[in-house]
């Protein structure tokens, strides 16, 4: 059965306190592993797709990297806009558009 | 980046009638749409598979004459959840992919209350 974890399930940093937020996944393959961030109340918003191990990629204050059994979505130096919770999402062969979440990370930058 | 709207953004109905949220694709066409659901910090479980044209394909568990899926053309999708209950109340959003699988787009969600 596929799953997808991650961890912390919280994490609350000061402004300018860089980190990292783990997606650890099992699958039986894998066609994608999605990051998006999504605010209270609302839908995700789409960050990254990360197709293969070593592959990273990069937006603002977020990169993205891969490797055969997790990702990481690491903060540079975050801002109080940057609190949400952070979902990831892996896509397997023949899921055709299906995604399994993970639980997500919240995560709370204080001024 | 891709748009995905939904309508109502909130709704509230009464126990035992019917509600009917929509999933559209603003500039784009889309053969598939999904549909989540996602209770107070919690994630989003996949409820159905919306497929224009045909049935759609629904996840154990979920009640497929409770949750009827409409998929009538490549843009629109609609989740109608019939006699509603107060624990059918939860945050429903949808999903569809412009590119085959390599970017997922979320609508903004629609937010269900049952008194």
């Known amino acids: 059965e596929d799953q997808v974890t991650q961890s912390p399930e919280a994490l609350r940093l000061q402004e300018g306190e860089s980190s990292s937020l783990n997606c650890s996944y099992t699958v039986s393959g894998l066609r994608g592993l999605f990051w998006y961030r999504q605010d209270p109340g609302k839908g995700p918003e789409f960050l990254f797709t990360?197709?293969?191990a070593g592959e990273e990629k990069e937006k603002e204050r977020l990169k993205a990297t891969l490797t055969k059994k997790e990702s990481f979505l690491h903060i540079t130096a975050p801002k109080p806009e940057d609190s949400a919770t952070y979902l990831c999402?892996?896509?397997?062969?023949?899921?055709?558009?299906?995604?399994?979440f993970g639980t997500g990370t919240k995560l709370q930058v204080i001024p | 980046g891709a748009v995905v709207s939904q309508h109502p953004s909130r709704v509230i109905c009464k126990s035992g009638t019917s509600v009917k949220i929509e999933c559209r694709s603003l500039?784009?066409?889309?053969?598939?749409m999904f549909w989540y659901r996602q209770f107070p910090k919690q994630s989003l479980m996949l409820m159905a598979t919306s497929n224009e044209g045909s049935k759609a394909t629904y996840e154990q568990g979920v009640e497929k004459d409770k949750f009827l899926i409409n998929h009538a053309s490549l843009t629109l999708s609609t989740l109608t959840v019939t006699s509603a209950h107060p624990e059918d109340s939860s945050f429903y959003i949808c999903?569809?992919?412009?590119?085959?699988?390599?970017?997922?787009?979320f609508g903004e969600g629609s937010w269900l209350t049952v008194v």
């Open positions: 990360l197709y293969s």
């Open positions: 999903s569809a992919d412009p590119t085959g699988g390599n970017t997922i787009y």
């Open positions: 999402a892996v896509q397997v062969p023949g899921g055709y558009q299906k995604v399994t």
């Open positions: 500039d784009f066409q889309a053969t598939t």
